[in-house]
């Protein structure tokens, strides 16, 4: 063989070589693609016991308002503004554009969850008597709309009603009544009154999507009940302590569970059962749970006597 086909062969061996090695060091490896971050994977079902709850992508928070009483369940009202009452300190307030505060109304029987209606009244939950009432505007005494059939008590998971919901599509006011564990459909005067479900731990916050599903966290069961329109219970369960439930809109409930271990935002996946925790940080006892029509969700954490806004991420 010529020492010239010699020099030909061994340069297209060392090229071939060359070739094998960049293949080599291109091609991703099998654990690369299977630790890759930011993918969530499905962790909670409507039967799941413990969900594992996995980080993501955390929506942008903005303080709104701090160290003004202690803010608990949360509405807008018609113009946008964000009003919060306060058990504690048995008061209604609104958050103005500006920052500041506007007393609304002081009642000594817990204001609890609001419903704000087109024009301007406000229907609004007693924790410590246990009933419905209404504030017309510019009144300064509630008007009483229904006294609910349970009895509270200081009792564990006995106190009276919290969270209340309007049902856009029926115009009728989504009812939990705390101590005795049913959720009730009332009409706007509380004239009608009408049983949907019963045998609930302690229900307290209630959201209705838009196919008609109504919602309702069960603080003391560990758990969210679904009822569809046709009356239709069930169970998904899984939380530690939820608080208040809402839709997004977009096949998720977003959920705000305050028992201590977990005090967060979470966002549950109806369809996959995906859970993802979307904020904790700075939570002490969050309560309150509203989202405003560009999609930021809004959380009142009494005892951190804060209100954050949360940005889409």
Not at 162 to 186: C, H, Q, W
Not at 192 to 205: D, M, N
Not at 212 to 239: K, M, N, S
Not at 274 to 286: D, H, K, M, N, T
Request: glycine residues 10%.
């Amino acid at each position: 063989m010529s020492p010239q086909r010699n020099q030909i062969i061994g340069a297209g061996l060392f090229l071939f070589l060359l070739f094998l090695t960049s293949c080599a060091q291109s091609s991703p490896s099998a654990p690369a693609v299977a630790t890759r971050t930011g993918i969530a994977t499905p962790t909670g079902t409507f039967s799941s016991p413990t969900p594992i709850l996995t980080a993501t992508v955390k929506p942008t928070p903005t303080v709104v308002l701090q160290g003004v009483g202690r803010p608990d369940d949360l509405a807008f009202d018609q113009q946008g503004r964000l009003l919060f009452s306060d058990e504690i300190n048995r008061t209604i307030s609104r958050l103005n554009a500006d920052g500041s505060v506007t007393l609304i109304l002081r009642d000594a029987n817990g204001p609890e969850g609001l419903v704000p209606l087109p024009d301007g009244t406000l229907i609004f939950a007693e924790q410590e008597t246990n009933r419905i009432v209404s504030l017309a505007p510019g009144a300064s005494i509630p008007t009483v709309l229904r006294v609910l059939p349970g009895t509270p008590s200081t009792a564990s998971c006995k106190h009276g009603v919290d969270g209340i919901a309007l049902d856009p599509a029926t115009n009728t006011i989504i009812v939990p009544d705390s101590p005795t564990g049913e959720v009730y459909r009332m009409s706007l005067d509380g004239k009608t009154f009408t049983l949907l479900a019963s045998g609930i731990v302690r229900p307290v916050g209630a959201g209705i999507d838009g196919q008609g599903h109504i919602y309702i966290a069960d603080e003391c069961g560990g758990a969210i009940w679904r009822i569809t329109p046709a009356g239709q219970p069930t169970r998904i369960g899984g939380f530690g302590m939820p608080d208040d439930v809402i839709p997004d809109g977009f096949g998720n409930l977003l959920v705000i569970d305050l028992q201590p271990a977990i005090h967060a935002l979470i966002r549950l996946n109806l369809a996959t059962g995906q859970r993802v925790i979307l904020a904790s940080r700075g939570f002490i006892e969050p309560q309150g749970l509203v989202i405003d029509a560009r999609g930021n969700i809004y959380v009142a954490d009494d005892y951190a006597n804060i209100i954050i806004e949360y940005s889409p991420a």
